[in-house]
């Protein structure tokens, strides 16, 4: 497999506005770990074999289980997330898949319950900037490299 591109190159200028999203979710107050999670389920959900292999390596440098990173895509399952964690998960699948049934009322009092408002606002944004570069990666031809 080859990548088409490197988009990098190709318009720095949109690798910069990238990286402002990243900027600001990252001085944002948002745990890192809860980052990695919603990186890595979007990523999952979305396909994106470059994301998945970045994050899940990023998680466990953090620290993280392989048990935990592992079962990621079956939270639902598994005991040992927290009430905070699945909430989140179950948010990032939500928006992820948001043309299928929006973020339900229930849902967002879910989150509520864990996050104020302005933390609801940066998991938004969160979730929405790891899809965006899970469709830059997919379109540009990004691929995990061999260990």
């Given amino acids: 497999m080859e990548a088409r591109m490197n988009y990098h190159e190709v318009s720095p200028e949109a690798t910069q506005v990238m990286y402002k999203l990243e900027g600001f979710i990252k001085t944002s107050g948002l745990d890192a770990k809860l980052y990695e999670l919603i990186k890595i389920r979007a990523s999952q959900l979305n396909g994106c074999a470059f994301c998945i292999d970045m994050h899940t390596r990023d998680l466990r440098k953090m620290g993280e289980t392989d048990q935990r990173i592992n079962l990621i895509t079956a939270w639902r399952e598994a005991p040992f ?3 905070k964690e699945r909430a989140l998960l179950e948010l ?3 928006v992820t898949r948001i043309s299928e049934n929006g973020v339900p009322q229930a849902l967002y009092e879910k989150v509520r319950k864990h996050f104020d408002e302005k933390e609801y606002v940066v998991l938004i944004m969160a979730i929405n900037t790891i899809n965006a570069w899970n ?6 031809g990004m691929f995990p490299a061999e260990e």
Avoid: F, H, L, V
């Fill in 81 to 83: 997330y927290s009430d």
């Fill in 92 to 94: 990032t699948e939500a």
């Fill in 135 to 140: 469709r830059i990666a997919i379109s540009t």
